[in-house]
């Protein structure tokens, strides 16, 4: 369950928000619906929107998120993660098919040309799948912490609060 008031995700049944202490309202038993923040955005839009937003267009969107975004803890915290995790997708996908491929093919080795368009198609759609996923995460209501980025974005949006 998210708190109306900061966004933070808390355990179901809590009588109060484990970050702001506002306190909820009495639930009459589980929900059927997939748990939505209904914090207020400055973006005019539900916070679940603005979070699956901030992934569409990799860490452009989220820069776009982070700076216009004001008042939501909740898409803060998805357009942090969606910079750091795409921007380091990015220089990895850049490296790799602009800089390892150039090196291959200026040694005019068949097999290391192979090896470095094979790893960049496997770098991509693992990128496509991470992507989906994430906006598929923001756009149901969830915060989906990614190891070591997630704990900073969380960081980084509390800041920013």
Do not use: D
Request: proline share 4%.
């Amino acid at each position: 369950m998210f708190c109306s008031k900061c966004g933070t995700e808390n355990p179901e049944g809590a009588k109060f928000c484990s970050k702001c202490g506002a306190k909820f309202g009495v639930s009459t038993g589980p929900s059927e619906a997939p748990a939505k923040p209904k914090a207020e955005t400055s973006v005019g839009m539900s916070a679940n929107t603005a979070g699956l937003l901030c992934y569409v267009g990799g860490w452009i969107s989220g820069i776009v998120f982070a700076v216009i975004e004001k008042k939501s803890t909740f898409v803060k915290f998805h357009a942090w993660q969606s910079i750091m995790t795409f921007g380091i997708l990015s220089v990895v996908q850049i490296i790799v098919s602009g800089i390892l491929a150039a090196i291959a093919v200026a040694t005019l080795s068949p097999g290391l040309v192979a090896f470095i368009g094979i790893l960049g198609t496997i770098i991509w759609i693992l990128t496509f799948g991470l992507w989906i996923a994430l906006m598929i995460q923001a756009g149901t209501g969830k915060m989906w912490k990614l190891p070591w980025v997630g704990n900073w974005a969380e960081k980084r949006a509390s800041k920013a609060s």
